[in-house]
C-alpha cells in the first residue's frame, strides 16, 4: 500500500511540474517580444553586432564576460556565465557561420535574465541550482562572410577530433574545462527539411546524438533523450507536427557526438524553416522558449521521470519541401504536350558588400512531384509554359528601367531588358532580367540547372511570369517583388 502511496505521489508530482512548465512555457510565448534583442532583426549580423551587446552585459554584475580566445582572423570568441548552481549547462552556437537564428535567441535569453521585474521566483531558483555557461558564437570569421566553414575552409564541426582550428581548440577546452552535465548544440539546418513524410516543415529537430556506431543508449545519453521528450511534448503544444528528428548516424568528428561520448548530456538543436519566416524570427522565439524550459527543467528534474518511448516516436526529417512548385503546367517540346510539375529552389547569395543577400533560382525537378510540397504551391491546370522574350528595341538604364511599368512589358511576354553598359553586379533588385549589349537573347529552358524564366498563359493570355523563379501574376495593380539577374 505504501508502495502504491509512493507511486501516486510521484506521478502527481510530476504531472503537476508538468502542468507548471508548460504554463511558464505558454507566459513565454505570450510575453515574448518583451525580452527579445531589438538590434538583432535578421540573419546577416556580424561580431561587431554581438560585440557591442555584450559590451553591455559586462556593465551588469549578474553576468561573468570572459574571452575563451579568438578565431583564426582574430576575433574574441566569448564565454558568458550565470548563477551559482550545482548543475552545470553548456549552450554554444554558430558553429557554422550561416546559422545565426540560436544565436539571436541566446540574446534573448540574456536579456530575460537581465529583467528585473518579471519572472523572478522562477529566476531566482533557476539560478540557484544551476550555473549556465554561453558561448554565443564559435565561428565569427565564418558569421563575417555568412559561410558555414571558418577562414580555414574547414567545418568546425569535423574537427572535434582533429583539433586543428583555433575555434575548435577554445571549444574542447571550455569544455573540457567544465564538465557540463549537460550540452546543447544550437544549429540551423536546411529549411526544405519536412517532419517525417509530412507536408509539414521540421521548424524544429532534435537529436541526442549518439556514442557509437551501434547506437547504445547508456546513462548520459538516456538524459537528453528524456529531455528531448519532454520538449517535444510541450513544442507540440505550439507548432504541432512541426518537430523532427535530426538523422541519428553517428559522426565521431562531430562535437556533439564527442561531447556525448565524453559524458555530457548533449542535445542537438536544428532549427528549420516556417512559412513565412524568410529571416527565422518565430523560429528564434521557439528556441527562446525550448532553452529556457529545458534549463528550468534541469535544474528542477522534471524531466526525469518522461518515458524514453517519446523520443522514439518523433519523426526523422525528410528532404519533402522545395522552396517553389509549380503543378500541372502543360509543356510542348517537339510538338508533344505534356503535363509537369517543376520543383524551384532558391540560393541565397551574399553580394560583394557582403551585406545584402540577392537569390538565384534553380530548377530542381521535374515530372510528377505530388508527394513535395512548395513554401510557394501553385496549381497551374489549364495553364501552360511559353517562352520569355527580351525586349531589344533599344537599351535602357537601371534609373529608367525604375520608371517603367512593368505590366504592359509582361504582358507582351518581356522579362528581359538590354542595359546600355554593363554593371558589375550579378543581380538587379527588380523582378527582370538584364543583358548586355553582347548577350543579346535569353531563352526559356525547361530542365534540371536551368534558370526559371518563363511566361504562362492561358487561352493565349499571359497571366503570369516567372522571373528568375519569382512569380508575378501580371496585373495593373500588382506590386511585383523579387530580383532579377544579370547576364554579361
Sequence with gaps: MNKIITILLILLFNGTAM???YEFEQSLYYNYEFFKEKSLQNRFFKHSDIVKLISNLKKNNLFDVNVAGKSFEGREIFLLSIGNGNKKIFLWSQMHGDEPTATMALFDIFNFFSDTSNYQDIKKFILSNAKIYFMPMVNPDGAELFKRRNALSIDLNRDANRLQTPEAKILMNVFDSLKAD????LHDQNHRYA????????????LAPPINYEKQVDSVRLNAIKLIGSLYKMLNKFIPGHIAKYSDDYEPRAFGDTFQRKGTSTILVESGGWQDDQEKQFIR????ILLLSAIKQIAENSFKNIPETIYDSIPFNEEKIFDVVFRNLLYEK???KIKIDIGINFEEVLDDDKNVVY????????GDLSVFYGYTDVDFTGYEISDIKTYTDESITIDELKKLNLTEFYKKGFVNFLIKKSIDKDWVDLPVNLLSNEKKEIRTKISI????????KKNGKIDFVVVNGFLQRVSNNSDYKGNGLIYK
Design 449 to 456: 540547372g536551368a534558370r526559371p524564366n518563363f511566361v504562362i
Design 195 to 206: 517532419a517525417g513524410n509530412s507536408f509539414k516543415t521540421a521548424a524544429i529537430s532534435f
Design 334 to 336: 517537339n510538338g508533344s
Design 359 to 366: 537569390k538565384k533560382a534553380t530548377i530542381e525537378d521535374i
Design 19 to 21: 502542468l507548471q512548465n
Design 182 to 185: 549537460f550540452g546543447f548544440n
Design 285 to 288: 522565439k521557439l528556441n527562446f
